[in-house]
Nanobody, 122 residues
Framework: VQLQASGGGLVQAGGSLRLSCAAS????????MGWYRQAPGKERELVAA???????NYADSVKGRFTISRDIAKDTVNLQMNSLIPEDTAVYYC?????????????????WGKGTQVTVSS
């Protein structure tokens, strides 16, 4: 399974960016997908996630500004980021929780995509 992220970049404070993450490979089901971020000198933190049932979860710092959504047909998750602030500057990582085929049967596995840089200038 591979996760391909896109959409990072440089934006001024108050602006918007949209991140996308597409999953490819052999999976039985997508249990959840989400976005994490890691700023310099800080630990990686959850930004937003969406489960198979559509339940969403957001970090308090992004509630009301970020929206996570999914395209089930394309195995893609998107993160619409509005009203960006300099504190949102970080490398953003896509994460997926999948049931994948193994020789012993379906297995719950977690995957990470390569990070994409988001920089918000003041």
């Amino acid at each position: 399974v591979q996760l391909q992220a896109s959409g990072g970049g440089l934006v001024q404070a108050g602006g918007s960016l949209r991140l996308s993450c597409a999953a490819s490979g052999s999976v039985f089901s997508i249990n959840a997908m989400g976005w994490y971020r890691q700023a310099p000198g800080k630990e990686r933190e959850l930004v937003a996630a969406i489960t198979r049932s559509g339940t969403t979860n957001y970090a308090d710092s992004v509630k009301g500004r970020f929206t996570i959504s999914r395209d089930i047909a394309k195995d893609t998750v998107n993160l619409q980021m509005n009203s960006l602030i300099p504190e949102d500057t970080a490398v953003y990582y896509c994460n997926g929780d999948f049931d994948v085929p193994t020789p012993l049967g379906p297995s719950d596995m977690h995957y990470w995509g390569k990070g994409t840089q988001v920089t918000v200038s003041s």
